[in-house]
Structure formats: structure tokens, C-alpha cells
């Protein structure tokens, strides 16, 4: 440090100038212990100032450092332990990747996800990019809080090399203002040890899941459990079963909703799933499951590292079918926020599908990358998320329903009104709004 180095001559000189002449006398002598002592004192002085000086400069160049680093913001939801512990790791890797940014990411709870977003953008107080549900996301880009960056991307073939469902999540009139990041989607995730002592096979139909459901309840224990809280948790689950029983997309609400709401009905009934989904995240029905308390859940991939955590020995297959094997597209996007860094934060995604970090990171989390070639690398890895893998092909976006944002928020009401005896099957599926 130069400061040192100034710290060094000064010293020499003092000493030199004071010690430096050997005095023949006693007087002399005297004389050079007192301008000795009082040196010292100058010596000291002048020590604690450079040293105060130094740690000033210290203390600069550690401010320019900062400023020398452009901060790029993240908000998410993610929530599990593997979700923290991954996205953590993403963001220490881009810092030591490269010095021209500092990103960091908040946790933004879930059910608040929205809202915060909303109320940010009138106060101004936006992150740089969100990790959003991928439902959510075309609501907020008729808002007009997203950038567009389709020129930014437009040698990424995203409609060649992404999930179909996942994409049309990020575009609105063939411009993009996003990037599809992780998807995933639903299966039918079974205790192996409850089923073999019972002799159950892991169901295939409805049929088959009502009469396993029914055989694997004993005492505390349900058969089967799923979320049907009031949120789009709770939308996310209960639709498979509506598109199962053959109802068209464009027409949610028709006879074959009834038939879903009332087979799921029928197993609240004869008590082989408990009326406590109407209360229950997809998190809260995983705990549950690990407790001992269901037999068969219908979840994610991204409860997977928490089961494995507590040793529970479980299968995976697809969700049970009735009439249509269909599958509802989860995940989240990168969403870029207008009049933010957008530059930095591209760079942020460039770095998360370099190599592989994306499939590391999706092994971490249990889920799978957006982009076709890489989430088929995730199943060579990870054979367990194959049934997700291969689910992905013919899923559905919640988007390309129609009126979906006032069907979502209507679904979970209805369910809960007819689990709850206020309304039967019949007049809960009346209350859903015409697409």
C-alpha cells in the first residue's frame, strides 16, 4: 500500500535525524535521550495519523470497488430449503463469474407475490427482475411493467428450443418481454412402503385411485390428499382433474367440471381424503405426506429434495386419468422490469444456461430447465423427474385459457363452498364465470 510505504520513509528519517550521530559527551548523551523521547512522541503521533489516513483510503477503495459493481435485484418466492440453497448458489456463481455486477435476490412470500409487485411499481421501488409465476405473468405485461426485449433475444429461438406452453406465458403479440426459466408440472407421488403392505398398485384411473385411496386409509392416515387452498396453489390442482373428465379448455364450467368436482367430492365423502385441502399449501400437503398422514398426494418436483431429506421412501407416476391424460404447465419466468438494468439482468440468465449450471440448479430444486435440451439432460441425471419430463410435451398453459385470471381465483371458492356443504358440486361449478 502506498500509505505504508510514506509510513517507512518518514520513519527513517526520524530515526536518522535523531539517532543517527553518535554524541561523544555525557551531555551529549543527555541531549540525544531527550530529543530521542521527544521524537518519539512525534514519531507516534504522526504513526496514529498516517494509519488514520490509511484506513480512510482503505475504506475509499473499498467504495470504489462497490461503485465499480452495478447491482441487479432479484425477487422471488421460492421457499423451500433445496429453492434458497440453489438460487443462492446461482447468484454467488454470477458474482465471481464476472466484476461488472452484484446481484442479490429477496424473498417475496407467495400469496403477497402479486401484490408487492403491484404496489412496488406505483412507488417506484422495483426489483431489476422477478422469478414470477408463469400465470402471472401475462397480467403484468399488459400493465406494462415488463420490457420489451424481443430484439434483445431474437437469436435465441425460443419457439424452436423452449416448451410451447412455457413460452406463450412470456409473449403477447409476438413480442417477447420475458424468458421462460424452470417449468414443471403435477404427478401422483406415493409412500412404496404403505402401498406394498396394503398390495396396492400405484393407481392409473380414477377408478383405480378412488378404490386405492379407500383401501390405504386407516386411522389418521388418508389414502390420498391434495391442495385445493383458496389461491392459484389451489387452481394449479384442481384443473388436471377437470381436463381429465374431457372438458375443452374453452369451456371450464360445463358438465365434465361437475364430474371432476364430484368425483373429488366423493373422496372427501367416504373419508379417504381429508377436508383439510381446502386449508392446505402444496408445501403443507407435502409435510403431511412425510408425517405419515397420506398414503398418495398429488404434488410437484419441488417438494422431491424434502422427502429425500426425511428418508421417506417413495414412487412417482403420472395423474390419474379418466377420459384425456392432460397436464397444466407450472414455473416460473424471468421477467425483465422496464426502465431497470435490463442489460445486467440478461447477462444474469446467460450465466444460469452456461454449461451446467441450469441442470445443476433443477437437480437442487427438483424441477426442470425451460429449454428442451437441457431439461432431458436433468432426466439422464435425475431419472426420477422423467414422469415431469415427459408430461411437458402435451401440457397446457393456464394462459391459453380463456378468461383463466377470473376462472383461477373462482375455482378454489367453489371447491371450498362444496367441500364445506355451502353449495352442492352442481351449484359450485354454476358459480365459475363463462369463458
Known amino acids: 500500500m502506498k500509505w505504508q510505504m510514506k509510513l517507512d ?49 482503505q475504506e475509499s477503495d473499498g467504495q470504489e470497488e462497490s461503485k465499480a459493481r452495478e447491482d441487479l435485484v432479484l425477487w422471488s418466492y421460492y421457499e423451500t430449503d433445496a429453492q434458497r440453497s440453489g438460487l443462492d448458489n446461482l447468484v454467488d456463481g454470477f458474482n465471481q463469474s464476472q466484476s461488472q455486477y452484484r446481484a442479490s435476490w429477496k424473498y417475496v412470500p407467495m400469496t403477497d407475490f402479486d401484490k408487492q409487485l403491484s404496489r412496488s411499481y406505483t412507488e417506484q421501488s422495483l426489483p431489476d427482475m422477478v422469478l414470477i409465476d408463469n400465470p402471472d405473468m401475462p397480467v403484468f405485461i399488459r400493465l406494462g411493467v415488463f420490457e420489451d426485449i424481443t430484439q434483445q433475444i431474437e437469436s435465441w429461438n425460443l ?46 384411473t380414477w377408478e383405480e385411485l378412488k378404490a386405492a385411496a379407500k383401501e390405504l386409509t386407516s386411522g389418521q392416515r388418508k389414502g390420498f390428499l391434495m391442495s385445493a387452498v383458496d389461491s392459484e396453489q389451489g387452481a394449479f390442482q384442481i384443473l388436471p382433474w377437470i381436463l381429465s373428465a374431457g372438458e375443452n379448455p374453452d369451456q371450464i364450467g360445463g358438465e365434465k367440471t361437475k364430474e371432476a368436482f ?46 429425500q431429506e426425511a428418508g421417506i421412501s417413495y414412487g412417482i407416476t403420472k395423474l390419474p386419468v379418466n377420459r384425456v391424460s392432460s397436464m397444466i404447465t407450472g414455473g416460473e419466468n424471468i421477467g425483465f422490469i422496464k426502465g431497470k438494468n435490463v442489460e445486467g439482468s440478461l447477462k444474469f440468465f446467460q450465466y444460469c444456461m452456461n454449461g451446467e449450471v441450469m441442470e445443476s440448479f433443477c437437480i437442487k430444486t427438483g424441477s426442470l430447465p425451460a429449454k428442451i435440451k437441457k431439461a432431458k439432460k436433468v432426466v439422464k441425471k435425475d431419472e426420477q423427474m422423467r414422469v415431469f419430463e415427459e408430461q411437458m410435451e402435451k401440457a397446457v398453459a393456464r394462459t391459453s385459457i380463456p378468461s383463466w ?31
Open 9 to 57: 520513509m518518514v520513519t527513517r528519517s526520524i530515526l536518522t535525524g535523531f539517532f543517527g550521530k553518535r554524541s561523544e559527551s555525557r551531555q551529549g548523551i543527555t541531549g540525544s535521550l531527550k530529543k530521542g523521547r521527544k521524537a518519539c512522541s512525534y514519531f507516534l503521533v504522526l504513526l496514529m495519523a498516517v494509519q488514520i489516513a490509511g484506513c480512510g483510503n
Open 159 to 204: 419457439e424452436e428450443e423452449y416448451y410451447k406452453a412455457a413460452v406463450e406465458t412470456v409473449s403477447l403479440d409476438g413480442r417477447y418481454y420475458g424468458i421462460p426459466f424452470i417449468c414443471n408440472n403435477l404427478g401422483l407421488i406415493y409412500n412404496e412402503e404403505m402401498l406394498k403392505e396394503a398390495g396396492v398398485d400405484p393407481p392409473g
Open 262 to 307: 364430484e368425483f373429488l367430492e366423493s373422496m372427501v365423502e367416504d373419508g379417504s381424503m381429508s377436508n383439510e385441502c381446502i386449508n392446505l399449501t402444496q408445501i403443507d400437503v407435502a409435510r403431511k405426506f412425510i408425517a405419515g398422514e397420506a398414503a398418495m398426494i398429488e404434488n410437484g418436483p419441488w417438494i422431491l429434495s424434502m422427502l
Open 405 to 435: 385470471s377470473a376462472i383461477s381465483k373462482q375455482i378454489p371458492k367453489s371447491f371450498y363452498q362444496m367441500v364445506s356443504k355451502e353449495k352442492t358440486p352442481e351449484e359450485a361449478v354454476e358459480m365459475l364465470p363463462e369463458n
